[in-house]
Nanobody, 123 residues
Framework: QVQLVQSGGGLVQTGDSLRLSCEAS????????LGWFRQAPGKEREFVAA????????FYPDSVLGRFTIFRGNAENTFYLQVTSLKPDDTANYYC????????????????WGQGTQVTVSS
């Protein structure tokens, strides 16, 4: 079994940058893909980035290109989501998730989820 523990987030201002982290442990060799999603109150969970577990291929929806960067840290089972030029619309609970389907945007293709971390962007 894989466990994901998230850190980062909090209250930031418009235009700020932040970095969220997701540390995986357990049977990580079963996983092929790490994704990030966000969910704002009253809205569906939204895909924002994914990366091959090896770190050598990334996937983004057009809506976040240029502002969101997903990458793997030097510790091979730690992943990050860097977000720049934050906007109030970025306010949401952010989740990392692990699965076996490379680059998928469908939350149902993810097997394990982190606990979530709140990001609030003030105007």
């Amino acid at each position: 079994q894989v466990q994901l523990v998230q850190s980062g987030g909090g209250l930031v201002q418009t235009g700020d940058s932040l970095r969220l982290s997701c540390e995986a442990s357990g049977r990580t060799f079963d996983m092929s893909n790490l994704g990030w999603f966000r969910q704002a109150p009253g809205k569906e969970r939204e895909f924002v980035a994914a990366i091959r577990w090896s770190g050598d291929e990334t996937f983004y929806p057009d809506s976040v290109l240029g502002r969101f960067t997903i990458f793997r840290g030097n510790a091979e089972n730690t992943f990050y989501l860097q977000v720049t030029s934050l906007k109030p619309d970025d306010t949401a609970n952010y989740y990392c998730a692990a699965g076996r389907v490379i680059g998928t945007r469908d939350p149902f293709n993810y097997d394990v989820w982190g606990q979530g971390t709140q990001v609030t962007v003030s105007s």
